[in-house]
């Protein structure tokens, strides 16, 4: 794959929406909050986008069938080649994916990608189950399987076999907590103590409230272009030198693992042989933590650490700033929130934003080198992406 | 007859037949005739490319991997929470999800002994269910 590569793809421009509760929007003012600013800070290259790539993961959320339709009318991109992806939790990665490839392919030479999902107009419970109905729906759903208990099933499964602890899971809550308290685009910005993150209420043991991500609104725009594009459009543009994507069985059950994610450990391994790095080459990371189990796997099967040493791993504090491997510095799903198609658009901002070194008091020091790992469901759906400046 | 608590699909010719299978406590898989692959609950195709599947008795002994106490329903379930959803590993090293019945959240442990045992849920709906041997 590494030598068919001829087009060097770059980020020229990038604009994120406040994710949270946002009642006062619906998803086509959500996106322009973030599609602006993104075409704004690639110097207003809106006459430049010669495609554009919607990701929105469900319909019944929003009220809005086909939604990829309303946001590019409402974006003012009429008339240019446009379609939506779907990739459930992981949607926004697959757009970025999908627009590399459209770049690579050159079919366009700079792509606006937007990510965008609203989600809290409907009850908790209802959005639990139009969740779960992306799960398997012919033996699984109708035992009343939801997304927090198919990571609870993994969880216990992990704290049998390495003797991760719930101290642990709540120890990555308190992190993000930390991290998306400074992150003025997060959905929730106040810190939680060790204590109360073990204290709140159970959802599907072992995971409690604090160790599920939130349902949140939000929409996330980046500009990519081709390198000479992107060089005239943006000073510093970031390049997505490396991809990797793969999927797994449907039913969790018929997996032979329950501890790990091997569409994961697949997708590193491609994209860490496309960029010709190794884990250790990475300065910091946007990781998949809708649970906080989710985000000790993600530590294993992206390789920072051995596995089974996940929950080792935040227990000593690595993953924080000033730590081997910094994860999820923005706060990641827990804190800044998990609008389902804007979170990989929103892991690649972040991305970007550390490697300008622009994000201030949560900056990691000298990234040159990062990446973001992105899962739909419980890794049918799975993409990495590598950046460097 | 439908499976389980709650439904999005139609039931098809395979559920009809897994349905009555288990309601004579048989519980049934498909095995592709072709490469043998064993799929548990059944499936009308092999990914293999093979329509030629034939019936086969899975076993119902095995033991508990994992489980999770759901304390926070989807909508559709709330009647019915708290529930165990667990996946057991079977005799023959197949694994099959479902609920585990007659246990207390203290008594549940990883690599206990479990039975799957039909459980009619209403007059027209039925399930598996996992039961402490």
């Known amino acids: 794959m590494n030598s068919q590569v001829t087009e060097k793809v770059g980020i020229a421009g990038i604009g994120q929406a406040k994710f949270g509760k946002r009642s006062d929007t619906t998803i086509r003012e959500l996106s322009y909050e973030a599609a602006i600013p993104a075409l704004q800070d690639a110097g207003n290259c809106a006459n430049d986008v010669d495609a554009v790539v919607i990701g929105v993961a469900g319909d019944e959320f929003a009220g809005q069938g086909s939604s990829g339709a309303v946001i590019n009318d409402y974006v003012g991109m009429t008339g240019k080649p446009m379609f939506r992806v779907e990739a459930a939790c992981a949607t926004g990665s697959a757009a970025v994916r999908a627009g590399w490839a459209l770049i690579q392919s050159k079919l366009a030479s700079v792509v606006l990608v937007i990510g965008a999902e609203t989600m809290t107009q409907v009850s908790s419970a209802k959005a639990t189950e139009l969740m779960a109905k992306a799960g398997e729906t012919r033996w699984e759903y109708p035992l009343g399987t939801t997304f927090p208990s198919y990571y609870a099933l993994m969880a216990t499964a992990h704290m049998h076999e390495y003797g991760t602890t719930r101290e642990q899971l709540s120890m990555v809550s308190v992190k993000n907590h930390k991290y998306g308290a400074m992150n003025p685009y997060a959905h929730f910005q106040k810190e939680v103590s060790l204590e109360e993150a073990m204290k709140s209420v159970m959802i599907c043991h072992p995971l409690n409230l604090y160790d599920c991500c939130p349902i949140s609104d939000g929409a996330a725009a980046i500009v990519m272009a081709n390198e000479e594009k992107a060089k005239k459009l943006n000073d510093t543009p970031v390049w997505l030198t490396a991809l990797g994507a793969s999927s797994d069985k449907m039913m969790i059950a018929e997996r032979q693992d329950l501890t790990s994610l091997l569409a994961t450990k697949l997708a590193a391994e491609q994209a860490y042989r496309m960029a010709n790095l190794t884990p250790k080459d990475i300065d910091m990371a946007l990781v998949h933590d809708c649970f906080t189990i989710a985000e000790i796997m993600a530590y294993e099967d992206l390789g920072f650490c051995k596995k089974g040493d996940g929950g080792k791993l935040i227990q000593e504090g690595q993953t924080y700033i000033g730590g081997k491997i910094p994860v999820n510095v923005d706060g990641g799903l827990k804190a800044k929130g998990h609008p389902l198609g804007a979170t990989g658009v929103a892991m690649t901002i972040e991305a970007v934003r550390q490697l300008r070194g622009e994000v201030g008091p949560r900056q990691v020091n000298d990234a040159e080198i990062a990446l973001s790992h992105n899962i739909g469901e419980t890794g049918q759906y799975c993409f990495v992406h590598i950046y460097s400046r | ?133």
């Not at chain 2, 030629?52 to 508990?64: D, R, T």
């Not at chain 2, 708290?82 to 005799?91: G, R």
């Not at chain 2, 598996?128 to 041997?133: A, G, H, S, V, Y």
Request: glycine share 6%; net charge positive; charged share 25%.
């Open chain 2, 1 to 133: 007859m439908r499976f389980g608590f709650v439904s999005f699909l139609p039931e098809t010719e395979l559920v009809a037949k897994f349905l009555d299978e288990l309601k004579h406590n048989r519980l049934m898989g498909a095995k592709c005739k072709k490469c043998g692959t064993r799929y548990l609950p059944p499936r009308a195709h092999c990914a293999c490319g093979s329509t030629e599947i034939e019936w086969y008795e899975a076993p119902k002994q095995g033991k508990l991997l994992a489980y999770t106490i759901v304390a926070f329903p989807p909508e559709s379930m709330i009647k019915y929470a708290p529930y165990i959803p667990a996946i057991a590993e079977l005799d023959d090293g197949s694994r099959l999800l479902a609920h585990i019945t007659d246990v207390t959240p203290k008594n549940l442990q990883i690599g206990m002994q479990l039975q799957v045992v039909p459980h009619q849920i209403s007059m027209d709906r039925l399930t598996f269910k996992f039961k402490p041997l």
